[in-house]
């Protein structure tokens, strides 16, 4: 895209998913990923757990760098594909953990949680056995939920629908445009992501949207084939304000606004 950023607008720019807390993904230095990030205007974000591991090594990675000065923030979460018998047999001791873990300062949310019947080997049981458990755990600490559901929803909506939570996401969305409409209809965001500068999805209103790259994975265009990282954002910013047919300013108070509201940052 040949659109020119305007920097003011840029230094409001928020990535709301990534995965940046383990160096094994991430081919990069940690502080070189944030100086990129604020070379690109990108100055506050999120990194993802997704099993009990995991979300304590994004919430060392966060504390870590906030301490530093670095406007990075965790949520706690427990994938759906992560999740096997090994799991089911730890799960009551590594939920007490993790009510500990989110009493973290930098904590923002649960997730990414959810559910994935894309790939064969995984039981639908058993991820709807680890979802209610941690929704519950979302419900009752009020913290905003990220959701990965893919080829789910129909078992999804009426779990989703027993809970009242804060206002929460759906990360990386691609699915129909009647599920999409569900999500708009129970006040959920939506997560765009690099997705959307080469594959044809259906899209929420920008009022609707936050931004998010999933880095390292899910480079968007034109950096494919590379590491992701949260920079590229604004590379999504840029897409978004093209789409919408509004400046780049505009997608960024919007979507920084909306991200600032959901996980309180």
């Not at 009242?164 to 765009?192: M, Q």
């Not at 959307?196 to 950096?223: G, M, N, Q, S």
């Not at 494919?224 to 990282?229: A, D, F, L």
């Amino acid at each position: 895209m040949s659109q020119k950023v305007n920097r003011h607008a840029a230094n409001m720019l928020v990535d709301t998913h990534t995965h940046i807390h383990n160096p094994e993904d991430c081919a990069d230095s940690a502080d070189g990923i944030f100086a990129h990030a604020h070379e690109q205007g990108v100055d506050k974000i999120i990194t993802i757990g997704t099993d009990p591991a995991d979300s304590l090594m994004a919430r060392d990675f966060a504390e870590k760098y906030a301490a530093k000065g670095e406007k990075i923030f965790w949520t706690y979460g427990y994938h759906p594909n992560c999740y096997d018998e090994n799991g089911r047999q730890t799960l009551q001791s590594d939920l007490k953990v993790a009510l500990e873990a989110i009493k973290s300062p930098q904590n923002v949310g649960i997730g990414e949680i959810g559910l994935d019947y894309h790939f064969d080997g995984y039981s639908p049981e058993m991820q709807r056995e680890l979802l209610l458990e941690m929704l519950q755990i979302a419900q009752d600490q009020k913290k905003p939920v990220s959701f990965h559901i893919r080829e789910a929803f129909d078992d999804f909506w009426p779990i989703f629908d027993n809970f009242k939570l804060p206002t929460s996401v759906l990360h990386s969305y691609s699915d129909s445009k009647k599920n999409l409409r569900e999500a708009l209809n129970r006040n959920l965001f939506i997560g765009v992501n690099g997705l959307a500068t080469f594959a044809d999805i259906a899209h929420a209103p920008l009022e609707r949207i936050i931004l998010e790259t999933d880095a390292p994975y899910l480079t968007p265009a034109p950096f494919r084939g590379t590491m992701n990282k949260p920079g590229y954002v604004r590379n999504i910013a840029e897409w978004a304000a093209e789409y919408y047919q509004v400046d780049l300013g505009k997608v960024a108070e919007i979507t920084t606004k909306n991200a600032e509201s959901i996980f309180k940052i």
